[in-house]
């Protein structure tokens, strides 16, 4: 979902749409009264294996009604499509609460391991458990469609004198991305924070709703729901992360240490908040990437180390397309058509930065995306009308009709994000084949993991042989200037990754009350980020909101997690390709055993526990960071000379110390295995 000037994405990827979003099906078939005991829509003397069939075969059915009109919502934003997007969300958790009451009547029967995995599956097809009674699933449909909406139209606007200037997201982003003024910075954070604050009223009812829908499917909260989709029990999924992050914690606090020091140069006496860097002052909205501070982070000038300037080269490349295309025009061309002209160069441009994504997963010896995929994606922001920018990969019926919608600019960013969302694309087409209940990722973390490990064999040389960067220089300068690179995308993000979902994990739980939204999403981002804003942010503003994620209702976990499984996919596929030599320098494009490999493991999808999709790919069950670490030990040891002398670290307010934990951790050996049961 967003990388910045070095790379990466959350890409992330839309509520439903994304990969790892939910799974939306459709409305079951009408079916005679029910006998004693049986389920409406349930036809009598149904067994386990024809439920699951049959489940299967209406899924796939109405999937496509669901994604229409999720799509138009997305890319059309008005009352009309809103409304449509909540009547389909709202037929879909109708249905799926039906299907859910039917599959209870095989409850302790015996069955294949196939049909027993389906239907736990099916209890968790969906982040958004709706309730029961008709009148409030209705509501949680509306709500939940309103919120995406507000998001995707939200608009900052001032005034000054007579003129009212009114900037969206993209624009507010550009403001981080290029511009070094304090205060422009700030207005521009805090403009785009404004946009959230009349979510919060809805999102408290969303938790009330999503709470008495998890409770009705037997789980004590939405957040015990969504750990529960692991195939490990909810606990051990909380440890799981904790031991994680013990193992990369070491890394971004070398790393925040750094920043820190650059940017109380660049910024005399505000470039930190009592030892936490400032929110507004990471190049990013969310301060998930810090890739954007190139020109302030750089380890060595290029000069000594090469130029990794691939946004500069995108630029230049674009401009250079403009100008020929308005060469070609009649020099008295009215506006419209010099607009129209440059909108035509942008689409080009953005395609074409698509095209040479796809040409790394093609050389792997994957297949070329379908006609269908360069007909309907939405490349860049159409000037008619709002949309959600926020990029995300769209399976519309299971069966190959896949696209993206994204708001392509010419960045490294972007280029990088268009990697990641193809990852979710192409997992897509590789399990399409299976059952629909099967067709998801092995679990969650596993679909965000895919693109982003392409992005790891994104390496100088990769990107020279593509034309984006001149020559490099073999020296330890420019070693550690393509580590310090990926790290600002990479390791920045971990501790963003985890706090999120630690949120609303507590929000769900009632750990975090509604009057104390704020406080505890500050206080947590200062204890996993050790980041702050620059002026009080009271419960008067609603700042969760201001990261799609949160009215998208999208689970953050799987972005933590992928950005561990990435180095554990990328090790394997690099010995898979014959590769020896640092895991840094390795980029496996081009190579067909190593895509032969990463394609079986995408084949899979979530029809076996991920543990053993995970042992055919790497060789082990375990998630496991050792693979970061070895990926960053020059940069590592390199942080630790420059910071050698200084205070490093940050204090951490005592309420977020105190945050209390989702549920008591299982001992330490136990949470070190987890379990791979269905």
Not at 24 to 40: I, V, Y
Not at 463 to 476: A, F, P, T, Y
Not at 514 to 523: H, I, R, S
Request: with cysteine; aromatic share 10%; hydrophobic share 35%.
């Amino acid at each position: 979902m967003i990388r910045r000037h070095a790379l990466l994405v959350l890409a992330i990827g839309a509520s439903l749409a994304l990969s790892a979003c939910q799974r939306e099906p459709s409305p079951a078939s009408d079916a005679a009264t029910p006998a004693p005991g049986q389920a409406q829509g349930q036809p009598q003397d149904e067994t386990a294996d024809a439920f699951v069939a049959r489940v299967n075969a209406e899924m796939k059915a109405m999937y496509p009604e669901l994604t229409a009109a999720q799509w138009l919502s997305s890319t059309y934003i008005i009352d009309d499509s809103q409304l449509l997007a909540a009547k389909a969300n709202e037929k879909f958790l109708t249905t799926l609460n039906g299907w859910i009451e039917q599959s209870k009547r095989f409850e302790g029967q015996e069955m294949s391991p196939e049909t027993a995995r389906a239907i736990t599956l099916l209890k968790l097809g969906t982040a958004m458990p709706a309730p029961k009674d008709p009148v409030k699933l209705a509501e949680l449909t509306r709500i939940a469609t309103r919120m995406e909406g507000m998001y995707g139209s939200g608009t900052y606007c001032k005034t000054a004198g007579d003129s009212k200037s009114c900037r969206q997201l993209g624009e507010l982003e550009q403001v981080l991305r290029e511009d070094r003024d304090y205060n422009a910075q700030l207005d521009a954070w805090q403009g785009w924070h404004t946009v959230s604050q009349p979510m919060r009223e809805d999102y408290q009812r969303f938790v009330s709703l999503v709470n008495e829908g998890a409770k009705e499917l037997g789980y004590a909260d939405a957040g015990e729901m969504w750990r529960s989709g692991y195939d490990m029990s909810p606990v051990e999924l909380a440890a799981e992360t904790d031991r994680l992050w013990g193992q990369v914690k070491p890394l971004y606090e070398q790393l925040h240490c750094y920043a820190r020091t650059r940017l109380e140069a660049q910024y005399p006496g505000r470039g930190s908040v009592d030892g936490l860097l400032p929110a507004h002052l990471m190049g990013n909205m969310w301060q998930q990437d810090w890739g954007n501070l190139w020109d302030i982070l750089a380890p060595y000038s290029e000069a000594q180390a090469g130029s990794l300037d691939v946004t500069g080269a995108l630029e230049r490349r674009y401009q250079a397309d403009l100008n020929t295309r308005m060469s070609n025009e009649n020099a008295l061309i009215d506006t419209d058509r010099r607009v129209e002209v440059a909108r035509e160069a942008q689409l080009e441009d953005a395609k074409r930065m698509t095209r040479q994504a796809e040409e790394f997963y093609t050389s792997l010896g994957m297949p070329k995306l379908p006609d269908s995929y360069w007909e309907k994606t939405q490349f860049i922001k159409p000037r008619d009308r709002d949309v959600v920018c926020h990029a995300s990969a769209w399976d519309m019926n299971m069966d190959g009709d896949v696209r993206t919608k994204m708001c392509i600019k010419p960045n490294e960013e972007d280029f990088t994000t268009i990697y990641h969302e193809l990852g979710h694309v192409y997992y897509y087409l590789a399990y399409n084949k299976l059952p629909p209940m099967f067709q998801g990722g092995a679990h969650d973390g596993f679909h965000e993991a895919i693109g982003d490990t392409i992005v790891l064999s994104m390496t100088p040389a990769y990107l020279q042989s593509i034309g984006l960067v001149g020559e490099q220089q073999r020296s330890d300068e420019a070693l550690i200037n393509s580590q310090m690179r990926m790290a600002l995308a990479k390791v920045s993000f971990l501790p963003f990754g985890l706090m999120i979902d630690r949120w609303r994990w507590g929000v769900f739980d009632g750990s975090i009350a509604p009057a104390d939204y704020n406080k505890a999403w500050w206080e947590l981002k200062a204890k996993y980020q050790g980041v702050a804003p620059a002026t009080p942010r009271g419960e008067e503003f609603f700042d969760p909101g201001a990261k799609y994620h949160v009215p998208g209702n999208t689970p953050y976990t799987r972005y933590f997690l992928s950005h561990v499984l990435q180095f554990q996919f990328y090790k394997a596929l690099c010995d898979a390709a014959g590769y020896q030599g640092p895991l840094y320098e390795c980029s496996f494009a081009g190579n067909k055993a190593a895509g032969e490999k990463f394609w079986a493991m995408l084949s899979k999808g979530n029809s076996q526990p991920w543990q053993r999709t995970m042992a055919e790919l790497t060789g082990g069950e375990q998630m496991d960071a050792s693979a970061v670490l070895e990926y960053f030990a020059p940069l590592q040891e390199w942080l630790k000379t420059q910071n050698e002398g200084k205070t490093c670290g940050w204090q951490v307010p005592a309420a977020a110390t105190a945050t209390p934990a989702p549920a008591p951790a299982p001992p330490a050996e136990e949470a070190d295995t987890p379990a791979s049961g269905t």
